[in-house]
């Protein structure tokens, strides 16, 4: 059992692997969808180039989307609403009037019998022809409008919307009757009664009903204009593309697209999708194994990358099945930006054209969309060479922006041959595109917490000499805090030099000797002249001491919750050398005595990236340095030769990717950089 354990434990990664690559392929199966494709690509005004297309069967000319759209928005327009007329409001209304104007009678002389007849017809008349709540004019179904349609029962009846009265057209209509039939006895019958009460609305509008009639009215629109007869040419090799040769062929591809399940082995459809996916995965896979295995072998860092592309494949294929928005609003373009401010630009630009090749291959256009989509994409990777402002990304997705409207309307050009009939309005989606892309800053912040990513932008909050940490270590160790910051600039600039990542060299040079605020006084740096507290001590517990602040660092690190990255400086800025000030002095004192050099060895590991090793080589150089009693140009760069060399003979830079130019470039800017820095002041001299 313990050794089948162990064999899973070498194994292990390779079942990562496999098992992350499975679960991508299964995913994006589901996600992409799984109809049959049209096999021919074209565009507007090129050439045809394959061979003479006949049609296969009788297929439907569709519309443009264009007039489609246009035809129903008209259709919409010419809509006429309907009304439910309560004939119960007319009787009501008119028995109450009548019983009123009854009761009314006995002290109205002119208010006969005739008259009663007279006002109660008339209001009948304004019922029969129908009230509304609101004027015409002020109702929004009914402005434009010449006419309304009146349910009454079963019956349906077209009525013009001179003819209805409103509540308050209604009123004054059967207040001027009354007013003409009574004459000087109207303001007795005013002071009586309200005529408004009598007045109201039977005509109601149901928004529901006028909503499926309307719905009924646009699906009627026809969508096809006409039929291909099966047999017909459609085009010749070579024939230009016309607008009306477009439309036919996007008819045929449509009507083929949708034949599913007819005469289609769904086998193959299955298979021919799997390869597809697994091709696009496979060779991403590669790409990270043969030439960022730093990323391979990291697990997280692998399972963010194929996490992000599902996520984005996914996006695409959400927005173009509810079919309620552009497509080109989703910005693909965080992708390399968030690929490009974890890892670096070459594998950014190559996960976003896996990225667009699988969602090209069921995205509308897909040549369009693959080519906007990639040199959007490649700006975005391009102009983001940093990100420790939130400028930066602004003027990123401002270019972004650009970009893509700069090829739409050049493809727009090209596919229409005219400016008027360039789609300006679709501008509007890239805009939005830009502005989502803004969201990449709190993502940044959420994946780092996620996965464990440091960022430039956290890295510069780190390199805060407030942070508390740095605090601590200004306050009980002054000396040590002043080194490491020298350490900082000096690897700073040799990291510009001959490339990697300064911010990371930066903060990393800031945190690697932390340790030494346990026991500060113990580091020549801190201690006062004639004043070292190693007078008392075994040069084997001295030894030891020394050695402990790099674990004791690791230790206030993690409590801290310092990224592993910085964590690396303190593990491994020492590497795997030893002790030699102690571990000579014990060898001279002790020549009868085998000394073990593990008790003088620091616990390492050794430097595995640029930004380590320039730091362990910086570290050793800048102490010796400041210890020179006579600093000359001579003299720095006999010591530097030595530390460099003294560090590539005991084997500490073999796991870093440094060559000997680098190593060149490195030893010319400290020989620079310490020659600034310990350069000749002059002797002012005496006034005499």
């Known amino acids: 059992m313990k050794k089948l354990l162990t064999r899973l434990g070498q194994y292990y990664h390779v079942l990562f692997i496999a098992l992350v690559f499975s679960a991508t392929i299964f995913l994006l199966y589901l996600v992409i969808p799984g109809e049959s494709r049209f096999r021919y690509e074209f565009q507007k005004n090129a050439p045809w180039r394959h061979e003479t297309l006949i049609a296969p069967y009788n297929f439907a000319i569709y519309k443009p989307d264009e007039l489609v759209k246009a035809e129903r928005d008209s259709a919409q327009k010419q809509f006429i609403p309907y009304y439910q007329k309560d004939t119960l409001v007319a009787l009501q209304q008119g028995k109450n009037l009548e019983i009123e104007l009854l009761n009314l009678s006995k002290e109205l002389s002119n208010l006969n019998e005739k008259t009663i007849m007279s006002l109660t017809s008339v209001m009948d008349g304004i019922y029969h022809a129908g009230v509304i709540s609101q004027s015409p004019e002020t109702h929004p179904v009914l402005k434009e409008k010449k006419a309304l349609y009146v349910i009454d029962n079963k019956t349906v009846s077209k009525v013009p919307i001179d003819s209805i009265y409103s509540l308050k057209t209604a009123f004054q209509a059967l207040n001027d009757t009354i007013h003409y039939f009574l004459k000087d006895q109207y303001a007795a019958l005013n002071q009586n009664m309200n005529l408004a009460d009598y007045i109201q609305a039977n005509l109601s509008y149901g ?276 080194h490491s910051l020298q350490i900082a600039n000096l690897a700073e600039a040799v990291i510009y030099r001959i490339g990697g990542n300064p911010f990371l060299a930066y903060a990393g040079a800031l945190y690697h000797d932390i340790g030494k605020t346990n026991q500060p006084v113990y580091f020549i740096e801190n201690q006062s002249a004639g004043m070292s507290p190693h007078n008392e001590m075994d040069y084997k517990e001295s030894a030891k001491v020394i050695i402990d602040h790099v674990t004791y660092g690791v230790r206030l690190a993690r409590k801290n919750k310092l990224p592993e990255v910085l964590i690396d400086f303190i593990t491994t800025h020492h590497g795997t050398m030893q002790a030699k000030y102690f571990y000579t002095l014990y060898k001279n004192e002790h020549p009868e005595v085998a000394a073990n050099p593990k008790d003088f060895t620091y616990p390492g590991p050794r430097p595995q990236s640029k930004e380590t090793s320039v730091v362990m080589i910086i570290d050793g150089i800048e102490a010796a340095t400041r210890a020179l009693k006579e600093k000359n140009h001579e003299s720095i760069r006999e010591i530097i030769d030595k530390m460099v060399q003294s560090k590539l003979d005991d084997g500490q830079l073999d796991h870093t990717d440094l060559t000997l130019r680098d190593i060149s470039i490195i030893k010319e800017t400290l020989l620079e950089k310490l020659m600034n820095i310990y350069h000749v002041r002059i002797e002012y001299p005496k006034e005499k």
């Open 207 to 482: 928004e529901e009903y006028n909503q499926q009639e309307m719905t009924k009215l646009v699906n009627a629109v026809s969508e096809t204009q006409g039929m291909v007869q099966a047999g017909e040419r459609i085009i010749f090799k070579g024939d230009i593309i016309t607008p009306e040769k477009f439309q036919i062929l996007n008819s045929l591809k449509r009507s083929y697209e949708t034949k599913q399940g007819q005469n289609i082995d769904r086998y193959m459809l299955i298979i021919g999708k799997l390869i597809l996916i697994i091709a696009c995965i496979l060779i991403l896979i590669l790409y990270l194994a043969y030439f960022r295995r730093e990323i391979f072998n990291e697990k997280r860092h692998l399972s963010f990358i194929l996490m992000m592309i599902v996520l984005m494949v996914f996006t695409f294929r959400f927005i173009l099945q509810h079919d309620f928005i552009n497509i080109y609003i989703v910005p693909l373009a965080i992708l390399p930006i968030l690929l490009r401010i974890f890892f670096d630009s070459r594998t950014a630009i190559f996960a976003l054209l896996v990225t667009s090749l699988l969602i090209g291959y069921f995205a509308p256009n897909n040549y369009e969309f693959i080519f906007l989509n990639l040199i959007a994409g490649f700006i975005a990777v391009f102009s983001l060479d940093k990100l420790h402002r939130r400028s930066h990304l602004v003027f990123t997705a401002l270019w972004v922006f650009l970009t893509y409207s700069i090829l739409f309307v050049a493809l727009s050009m090209i596919h229409e041959g005219n400016l008027e009939a360039i789609r300006w309005d679709e501008l509007e989606w890239f805009a939005a595109n830009a502005i989502l892309i803004l969201l990449a800053y709190p993502l940044i912040y959420i994946f780092e917490k996620l996965f464990g990513f440091v960022s430039d932008v956290t890295l510069i909050e780190l390199s805060n000499t407030n942070q508390p940490l740095l605090r601590k270590l200004a306050e009980e160790a002054p000396g040590t805090f002043q």
